[in-house]
T-cell receptor, first 115, second 115 residues
Framework: DTAVSQTPKYLVTQMGNDKSIKCEQN?????MYWYKQDSKKFLKIMFS???????INETVPNRFSPKSPDKAHLNLHINSLELGDSAVYFC??????????????FGPGTRLTVL | AQKVTQAQTEISVVEKEDVTLDCVYE???????LFWYKQPPSGELVFLIR??????QNEISGRYSWNFQKSTSSFNFTITASQVVDSAVYFC????????????FGDGTTLTVKP
């Protein structure tokens, strides 16, 4: 059983298009995240949701909009895609450290290529 | 503000050598968590270890060991008798005591183990 799943795994699209990436976790975790990993492998957090509420919103263009319909899902919608958006996007989830968690479990990543 | 520094960008060793990956962190919190993650060439991010700020005991798991020293704000990772399969990017991360605070990742160390 996959713990954190993302779809699609690969996404190739033209500049200016709108696309979505979906994420689901079946671990019962309270918190979910979106990260962007660039070509140099730097991992940058974009958003974090705790129990469907946005708790972290880093300096990300407002073309990126996360949506959490329930605790197990966190989707990422990107409008007007630009060349610089090409990267690998990782979804992750974790339990609260105070509840014995804290470590993050990552999805397989979505490789987005904007042409 | 939290910060994680992995000063070694790339390390190359020959199989069976021991190698230590350095991680230095900064935080004003008294309670915090430290993590190591591995990202092999296949791209997935895998959790390796979690350590809370009150537990300075070293940990050993097979060929892997971790040395946590609050006095130097370091959480170093040693691989003994390295193998080609250890080749990966390794990330050190720091988290506050609650998911309301974000996790901060270092820039990663790329380890290459040559046969």
């Amino acid at each position: 059983d996959t713990a954190v799943s993302q779809t699609p795994k690969y996404l190739v699209t033209q500049m200016g298009n709108d696309k979505s990436i979906k994420c689901e976790q079946n671990l019962g975790h309270d918190t979910m995240y979106w990260y962007k990993q660039d070509s140099k492998k730097f991992l940058k957090i974009m958003f974090s949701y705790n129990n469907k509420e946005l708790i972290i919103n880093e300096t990300v263009p407002n073309r990126f909009s996360p949506k959490s319909p329930d605790k197990a899902h966190l989707n990422l919608h990107i409008n007007s895609l630009e060349l610089g958006d090409s990267a690998v996007y990782f979804c992750a989830s974790s339990q609260d450290p105070g509840q014995g968690g804290g470590e993050q479990f990552f999805g397989p990543g979505t490789r987005l290529t904007v042409l | 503000a939290q910060k994680v520094t992995q000063a070694q960008t790339e390390i190359s060793v020959v199989e069976k050598e021991d190698v230590t990956l350095d991680c230095v962190y900064e935080t004003r919190d008294t309670t915090y968590y430290l993590f190591w993650y591995k990202q092999p060439p296949s791209g997935e991010l895998v959790f390796l270890i979690r350590r809370n700020s009150f537990d300075e005991q070293n940990e050993i798991s097979g060929r892997y060991s971790w040395n946590f020293q609050k006095s130097t704000s370091s959480f170093n990772f040693t691989i003994t008798a390295s193998q080609v399969v250890d080749s990966a990017v390794y990330f050190c991360a720091l988290s506050r005591n609650t998911n309301a605070g974000k996790s901060t990742f270092g820039d990663g160390t790329t380890l290459t183990v040559k046969p």
